[in-house]
């Protein structure tokens, strides 16, 4: 018996039908979804429970919910979130499934740590996971590293960041700039090379995207900040000289006080502003900086990362 | 005595490939090249550990699988379909039948093991581009992949001498996800008294450990696998199928082929 | 020595939840089969032939009794060497061609290696599956599998054969193969031990035959011997149309077709009957004896 011609060409054409309108059904409720923000829920919350239901395949599923805590942190921050609730938990299970997830404690670090928007603005909860990854790792320099980043950027508590410094020196194959800041924390805390050597580390220590990004960013941050620092010191030196600010830079170099136009990490030129003070042109560009931007300058939601 | 059991056996391999059990391999295939390449999108510096933990996890779960849903059928299909009549009533011994059955099955998932072996390699060198010598441990998480394999065959033959497919699965399946927790096995009868401690003492030697023979994680990490512990654990492996395939010929000994 | 030796064979089986009920299947059975015998093992469905079967098999285990087959124990691989088993609707690894699954049961048989190719062979070629080596069974009608069934007992070259309702399921030209082979096997000396409800078959063939019903053995003995115990009938057809007054009390059955009456009459008034129409001047066209069947 031979299959119906008009059951065939209905079933046929309903098919194809039912494709497209569930396609565009679909692609509704995409858009729709991706103006809110992603799921604040975790679904299972405890990652003692998680590790439990893993079955043993903790190893898989940690790097599941690393991937999530990526893209989780990622999406928020293009939408300029001020909170990201559910980072901390999902690097605890991530964790929690596999302790030796270095880059984990990495990530929380870098983007746990620091406050908004630039990160959670959970510097403690930070300290704790890198603490409990020494404790699972004490032969991994790197998590040493990470915890005295986290004392001495968000915290400033210098001599718990010197602390870290001298415990991780202490590992083998450790990074030869630990024993440098460790020795030079007391001195020089607070000091432009003291963060740069930090950010370089930073930078060649890992090969996740986001945290090179953000340790570029910072880099050009503190190039811009001293730039300025010089060329405003410069400005004051020609006040005290001719007794007047200097309306542009071509005055500077008229009086042999700058050799050339002061340019930017970007390659753009600086702007003298009234009373000696620098501006960058678009200082857009540079997130983290703290001088050179114009009065009453707010900075916009940042997106410098890769995973933006 | 042996080369009938080589000749049950043989056919039980025989059995599973015509069963297009090994298209499997290409789900497998299709799931390690779309992560070999996406890794590298997803997550920079961890690419050889997830495509290890990833392939790893694969092997193992394709393979319960498989061995859960061919073991069920292995005795209660041929009783159902009364194939068994005509071999029984040959100069062929029920355990051998037993034994010949176990190894067709462990055998066609070693095969399988072995080809799955090859796509994670491959993987692994595309993401890599070169072998590293903590590499090789992960022939070591294989081969306890594959002492898991034995212990879940022979569990599903002891259920499938007795029980209904449908039954059999349930239990295999149930011993092996108890099997997983094991080492919580062990937590909570360390935290309890009495009657319920001796009760989970017992559970958790009788039970199948698959959580001791789970290495995946430490291999992914580079880590290496003590000597003394490969050695232990092939013996409690070993002992442990030996244990139950016993089972197995005690119970089918004794049954009536309505 | 006999080939088969049943010694009081026996099984009860236990259903419900718990074991409770009991149900008989096989009251104690005492039976010999001597070697070159084909015996016959009659009785309806559900009489406990296959349960007969299964028990000398060893697939089942007795309730009480033992037999010996080959002067051997059930369970002696020595001697399942020498006996071949077709059990009843087989079915078989359908994955398997016709050449494979024979060389698969040659070798569990111990069949040596060399001998294994010609005896597979030769035995396609004698239950007519020459032409069907090569196909999977799963292609196989009824009657192939039957064959089948038929060739994989006999390849190892067995002294005695067990055959459960070896001719169920098929046409009349498949039975006729079956009977064949039967009468070849005893004519090369086996012993062939099976069962069948059909009636005609075993008349035919068997030496000797059992009849059982509902679990217990109702009668052995040569088919002759069987009938003969019951009482012979005459059939007498004569023009008429209607059964004589005289002729009523002595006929078991009657007929009228046409100008003709057909009437069953016990041997015993046989001759009372023809006087009677004789004197009622009917003209007697045959007189036939009816063979009595082992119904």
Redo the contacts between chains.
């Keep these: 018996m031979k299959p119906s011609a008009p059951t065939t060409l209905i079933a046929g054409i309903l098919l194809v039908v039912c494709l497209g309108t569930s396609g565009f059904a679909r692609y509704h409720l995409d858009q729709t979804r991706s103006r809110t923000s992603p799921d604040e829920v975790l679904y299972v919350e405890s990652p003692r429970v998680i590790k439990r239901l893993s079955l043993g395949y903790d190893g898989l599923l940690a790097d599941i919910y690393w991937t999530r805590a990526v893209q989780y942190f990622g999406t928020k921050h293009v939408l300029g979130s001020r909170q990201y609730p559910l980072l901390g938990p999902l690097l605890v299970i991530t964790t929690v499934l596999d302790p030796h997830l270095t880059v984990a404690y990495e990530f929380g670090g870098n983007f746990l740590a620091p406050q908004p928007p630039y990160g959670a603005g959970m510097p403690q909860q930070a300290v704790q996971l890198a603490e409990y990854g020494i404790r699972n790792n004490p032969d991994d320099w790197k998590i040493y590293y990470d915890l005295g980043f986290i004392y001495y950027m968000e915290l400033k508590d210098y001599s718990k960041a010197a602390d870290a410094f001298a415990r991780g020196a202490n590992v083998p194959n450790a990074h030869p700039f630990l024993r440098v800041m460790a020795a030079q924390m007391a001195q020089h805390a607070g000091e432009l090379q003291m963060a740069r050597m930090m950010w370089v580390t930073a930078y060649q220590s890992t090969q996740d995207r986001d945290i090179r990004a953000n340790a570029a960013s910072h880099l050009l941050a503190l190039q811009v900040d001293e730039d300025v620092t010089n060329l405003e010191k410069l400005a004051s030196l020609y006040r005290e000289r001719t007794g007047h600010w200097p309306s542009n830079f071509s005055e500077l170099e008229a009086t042999g006080l700058l050799r050339a136009l002061p340019v930017d990490p970007l390659g753009h030129l600086y702007r003298l502003a009234p009373e000696g003070r620098v501006e960058v042109q678009e200082p857009d560009k540079f997130p983290f900086i703290k001088k050179g931007t114009p009065p009453g300058y707010t900075p916009p939601i940042p997106k410098f990362l890769p995973s933006d | 005595m042996s080369?009938?059991i080589v000749?049950?056996a043989s056919?039980t391999f025989?059995?599973a490939v015509?069963?297009r059990v090994l298209y499997n391999l290409i789900a497998f295939a299709l799931l390690m090249s779309g992560a070999a390449v996406l890794v590298g999108q997803?997550?920079?510096?961890?690419e050889r550990?997830?495509v290890?933990?990833?392939g790893l996890?694969a092997v193992?779960?394709f393979g319960v699988v498989i061995a859960i849903f061919i073991g069920i059928g292995l005795v209660s299909k041929e009783i159902e379909?009364?194939?068994?009549?005509?071999?029984?009533?040959?100069?062929?011994?029920r355990w051998e039948f037993i034994a010949g059955k176990f190894f067709g099955l462990a055998g066609t998932l070693v095969v399988n093991t072995a080809f799955m072996a090859v796509g994670v390699f491959a993987a692994l060198l595309y993401v890599s581009r070169a072998f590293h010598r903590a590499d090789a441990w992960i022939l070591v998480a294989l081969y306890f992949i594959v002492l898991q394999f034995l212990m879940i065959t022979a569990i599903a033959l002891l259920f499938s001498s007795f029980s209904s497919p449908l039954l059999s699965a349930v239990f295999a399946f149930s011993l092996f996800?108890v099997g997983?927790?094991a080492e919580?096995l062990r937590g909570f009868a360390a935290l309890a008294r009495g009657v319920s401690h001796w009760l989970a003492t017992g559970a958790v030697y009788l039970v199948p450990n698959?959580?001791s023979l789970?290495v995946?994680?430490s291999v992914?990490?580079e880590q290496p696998i003590a000597k003394q512990f490969v050695v232990s654990s092939s013996l409690y492996a070993l002992l442990y199928t030996g244990m139950v395939l016993c089972g197995a010929v005690l119970i089918f000994e004794?049954r009536?082929?309505? | 020595m006999s080939a088969i030796e049943i010694l009081g064979l026996e099984k009860t089986y236990s259903a419900g939840l718990w074991r409770k009920r009991q149900r008989c299947a096989l009251r104690p059975l005492h039976l010999n089969v001597e070697a070159g015998e084909v015996f016959g093992f009659l009785g309806p469905n559900g009489a406990g032939k296959t349960t007969t079967l299964k028990l000398l098999m060893g697939l089942v285990f007795p309730s009480g009794g033992s037999a010996r087959i080959l002067g051997r124990e059930i369970h002696d691989p020595r001697m399942k060497a020498q006996i071949g088993f077709l059990p009843e609707q087989p079915y078989f690894y359908d994955y398997l061609t016709a050449n494979e699954l024979l060389e698969y049961y040659a070798q569990l048989s111990g069949v040596a290696t060399q001998e294994r190719r010609r005896r597979v062979i030769e035995v396609l070629g004698r239950v007519g599956l020459e032409d069907a080596a090569r196909l999977p069974l799963r292609k196989f009608s009824k009657g192939m599998l039957q064959r089948v069934g038929i060739a994989q007992a006999i390849l190892h070259d067995p002294k005695v054969l067990f055959f459960d309702e070896p001719m169920s399921g098929l046409d009349p030209i498949g039975r006729r193969q079956v009977r064949d082979i039967i009468v070849e096997l005893k004519a090369l000396g086996k012993t062939v031990f099976f069962s069948t409800h059909i009636l005609s078959d075993a008349e035919s063939l068997c030496d000797r035959v059992a009849i059982i019903d509902m679990g217990e053995l109702r009668g052995v003995g040569a088919v002759a011997d069987l009938t003969a115990t019951v009482e012979g009938k005459v059939e007498i057809i004569w023009h008429g149309s209607s059964l004589p007054a005289s002729l009523q009390a002595l006929t078991s059955e009657s007929h009228l077709s046409g100008d003709l009456v057909r009437a069953v009459i016990r041997e015993a008034n046989q001759d009372a009957a023809i006087d009677a129409l004789r004197h009622l001047g009917v003209r007697i066209l045959s007189i036939t004896p009816v063979r009595t069947s082992l119904e």
């Excluded at chain 2, 379909?81 to 011994?93: A, E, G, M």
């Design positions: 080369t009938r000749h049950i056919n025989r059995e015509r069963d997803i997550s920079i510096g961890i550990l997830v290890v933990n990833l996890t193992s779960l379909k009364r194939t068994l009549y005509t071999v029984l009533s040959r100069p062929v011994r996800v997983s927790f919580d698959f959580a789970n995946i994680s992914a990490h004794r009536n082929l309505k």
